[in-house]
C-alpha cells in the first residue's frame, strides 16, 4: 500500500512526468472517469439509478463527462449540469464533452432534476465533478448554488478527486463544499483528503490507478505522507536475546505534584507498554507514596532539588524522559527541562514543559537546537493550546496545519507533534538531519481519544519507543499511530487508563517478533 501524499501541484507534476513518458492526458481521464463510474456503479448498483453529473470548467469536470458516458453506455439515466457551455471547454476535458451524445441541461434546470420525482426508485446520485485540484478561488456564483442545492435535498454525493471547494492541499473549505458519501481521487492520496474538515466531507476514499506509473514520484519526491506503519515498522525494535532491562532502554518519567500525579502515572505505564525496559518516575518527597503505591512495575525515586535530578539523570543510565504531564508551570519545571536536555540523548517534551516556556520559547527553542546538534532526538507533542503559547505567531497568522507544524520545528529543532483529531507530525527542515522536512498526518485515531489524559499516554509511548532507541520522527509518528490504534480496539466508555493495556495486541500486529519460530507456548523447546 502507498503512503504518499501529493500536494495539488505535485499531483500536477505527476501527471505532467506520466504524459511526458508517452501516456495521452486524455487516456488518463478516461481512466480517472472510468474508476468513477465503476464505483458509483459499486456503491449504488447494479440496478441503474438516476444520475445527475456536475461538471466544472476544468479537466475535474472533464472526468465527470467521462464517467457520465460510461454510466450512460451502461445503461444508467444520467444528465450532465455543466458550468460553461461546451464551446469554452478546452483540452481533455472538451474531448471528453464531444464523447457525450446525451442531454446537457441548462442550469435553470437544476433544481427540477436534482430533486427526487415520483417516479425515481431512489433519489438520484450527484457527481461532483466542479472543481478539484485546480480550484483557484472560493466556490461561489452559480456553482455555489448547485451545491447548496445538493445540500438542501440531501443527495447522496460521489465527489471525482475532492468534494468541490475542499482544497486537497490543506482539506480547508474555500466558499462551500458538500459532504460526499464517497470520494474518488487518482494515483495517490491528497493531504486535504486526511486533514480536516476535508478528511469528514470526502466520506470512503477510493484512490484509483489510472495509470500514472510510480516512478514519475522519484524526481518529484513527496515528503508528506499518511502516517501508516510502512513509515517506521522496520526502525521497531523487538526485544533481543541479549537483552537485559537497561539495553531495552531506561525511561525517566518526571512526576509533578500530588494533584496532578495522575498524568505522569499515565505514561510511565505506557511508556513501559511500549516497550521501555525500566521505568522510573522521578519526583519530589510529597509525591512518593502516590507514584509508589500504583503501579508495581514502575520505580519511584525522589530527587529533592535539581541538581538531584540531574544526578539521576547522569547516573542510573538514562535512555529517555518524558517531561511535562502534569509537572506544574513554573520555574522548576523550566529548570529539570534544561537539564534533561543538556545531558539526555532522547526526550519527549509535552504540556507544561511547554506551557512553562511560554514565555522564553526562544530559549527553550536554542537548548533544543545545541542539543539537537549533538544528536539528541527531541520530540514535542503540543495539542494546539500549546501550540500557541510557543508559537503564538504561527498560530495566529492563518497559514495551513500544513506549513504552521513545518514552521514550528524548523524554528525549534526537535520533531513537532501537533495533536489533534488530526494530528500531524513534523521533523525540521535541516539538511542532513534524519527527519529533515518530513511530515505525517495521522489518519487513524477515534474521536473517543478525545478523553483526559489520552495525551499522557501518547508522551509515554513516544518516550518508551525514544528509550529503546527510535529516532526521532520514527518515534513520534510510531507512537500516534499506536495510540489511535490502540484505541481503536477499545470501545466507547474507554478512558485514558484503558489505552496502554491494548498496546500488546497492536504490537503483536506491526513489530517484529522475538520469539520467531516457536510454537505459541514455546512447547517446540523440547525438539518434539
Ligand atoms: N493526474 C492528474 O492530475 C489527473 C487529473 N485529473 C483531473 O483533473 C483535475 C484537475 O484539473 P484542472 O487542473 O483542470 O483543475 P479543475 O478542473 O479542478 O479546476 C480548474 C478550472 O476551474 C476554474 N476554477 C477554479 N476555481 C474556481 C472557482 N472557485 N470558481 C469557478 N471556477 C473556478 C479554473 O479557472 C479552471 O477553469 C483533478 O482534480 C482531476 O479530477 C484527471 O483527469 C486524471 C489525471
Ligand atoms: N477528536 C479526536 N479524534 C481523534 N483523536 C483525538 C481527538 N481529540 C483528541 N485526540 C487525541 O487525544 C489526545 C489528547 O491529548 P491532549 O490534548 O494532550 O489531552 P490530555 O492533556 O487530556 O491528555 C491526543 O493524542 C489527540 O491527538
Ligand atoms: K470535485
Known amino acids: 500500500m502507498s503512503y504518499e501524499l501529493l500536494t495539488c501541484d505535485e499531483m500536477g507534476r505527476a501527471d505532467r512526468a506520466a504524459i511526458a513518458g508517452g501516456i495521452a492526458g486524455s487516456a488518463l481521464m478516461e481512466a480517472a472517469g472510468q474508476a468513477v463510474a465503476r464505483e458509483v456503479v459499486a456503491a449504488f448498483g447494479p440496478q441503474p439509478r438516476r444520475v445527475v453529473v456536475l461538471a466544472g470548467p476544468g479537466n475535474n469536470g472533464g472526468d465527470g463527462w467521462v464517467a457520465a458516458r460510461v454510466l450512460a453506455e451502461a445503461g444508467w439515466p444520467v444528465d450532465i449540469l455543466s458550468l460553461v457551455a461546451v464551446a469554452r471547454l478546452a483540452g481533455d ?7 457525450w451524445t446525451g442531454r446537457v441541461l441548462p442550469l435553470s434546470q437544476a433544481e427540477d432534476r436534482l430533486k427526487p420525482t415520483d417516479s425515481d426508485a431512489a433519489a438520484p446520485v450527484v457527481i461532483d465533478a466542479l472543481f478539484g485540484a485546480g480550484l483557484a478561488r472560493p466556490v461561489d456564483g452559480e456553482a455555489a448554488r448547485l451545491l447548496s442545492l445538493v445540500q438542501v435535498l440531501d443527495l447522496p454525493v460521489v465527489a471525482v478527486d475532492v468534494p468541490s471547494g475542499v482544497s486537497g492541499d490543506d482539506g480547508q473549505v474555500r466558499g462551500m463544499a458538500v459532504r460526499a458519501a464517497l470520494t474518488v481521487s487518482f494515483f495517490r492520496a491528497k493531504p486535504g483528503h486526511w486533514l480536516l474538515p476535508g478528511r469528514d466531507l470526502r466520506g470512503r476514499l477510493v484512490i484509483a490507478d489510472i495509470g500514472i506509473p510510480p516512478a514519475v514520484l522519484r524526481p518529484i519526491g513527496p515528503r508528506i505522507a499518511i502516517n501508516r506503519p510502512p513509515l517506521w515498522q522496520a526502525a521497531l525494535t523487538a526485544p533481543a536475546a541479549g537483552d537485559h532491562k537497561y539495553r531495552r532502554g531506561h525511561l525517566v518519567v518526571a512526576g509533578g505534584p500530588p494533584e496532578t500525579a495522575g498524568a505522569a502515572r499515565l505514561a510511565a505505564h505506557a511508556g513501559l507498554r511500549a516497550g521501555a525496559g525500566l521505568v522510573t518516575v522521578a519526583c519530589l518527597s510529597d509525591a512518593m507514596s502516590i507514584f509508589a503505591g ?6 519511584t525515586r525522589v530527587v529533592p532539588t535539581p541538581e538531584a535530578f540531574e544526578r539521576m539523570l547522569q547516573t542510573r543510565r538514562v535512555a529517555a524522559a518524558v517531561l511535562g504531564p502534569g509537572q ?11 537539564r534533561a536536555i543538556a545531558c539526555l540523548p532522547a526526550l519527549v517534551l509535552d504540556a507544561d514543559a511547554l506551557t512553562a516556556f511560554e514565555d522564553s520559547a526562544a530559549d527553550l527553542f536554542s537548548q533544543i537546537r545545541a542539543a539537537t546538534a549533538r544528536g539528541a532526538r527531541i520530540v514535542i507533542t503540543p ?4 501550540f500557541g503559547r510557543l508559537f503564538p505567531d504561527l498560530a495566529a497568522d492563518g497559514g495551513t496545519r500544513i506549513e504552521r507544524v513545518r514552521a514550528a520545528a524548523d524554528r525549534c529543532g526537535a520533531v513537532v507533534v501537533l495533536k489533534g483529531a488530526d494530528t500531524v507530525i513534523a521533523g525540521p527542515d535541516d539538511a542532513g538531519a534524519p527527519a529533515h522536512g518530513r511530515l505525517a498526518i495521522n489518519g487513524n485515531a ?8 489520552a495525551g499522557d499516554v501518547l508522551a509515554g509511548i513516544a518516550g518508551g519507543l525514544l528509550a529503546q532507541g527510535m529516532a526521532a520522527f520514527e518515534a513520534a509518528a510510531a507512537a500516534v499511530w499506536l495510540h489511535g490504534a490502540a484505541a481503536r480496539l477499545l470501545p466507547r466508555g474507554m478512558i485514558a487508563e484503558d489505552i496502554a493495556g491494548m498496546l500488546p495486541r497492536v504490537l503483536q500486529a506491526v513489530a517484529p517478533s522475538d520469539d520467531d519460530g516457536l510454537d505459541a507456548l514455546g512447547f517446540g523447546l523440547d525438539g518434539d
Open 93 to 99: 476535458a472538451r474531448l471528453a464533452a464531444d464523447r
Open 294 to 299: 500504583t503501579d508495581p512495575a514502575v520505580m
Open 328 to 338: 506544574g508551570v513554573d520555574a522548576l519545571t523550566r529548570d529539570w527541562v534544561r
Open 383 to 386: 495539542h494546539d493550546g500549546e
Open 446 to 453: 477515534p474521536a473517543r481519544l478525545a478523553t483526559a489524559g
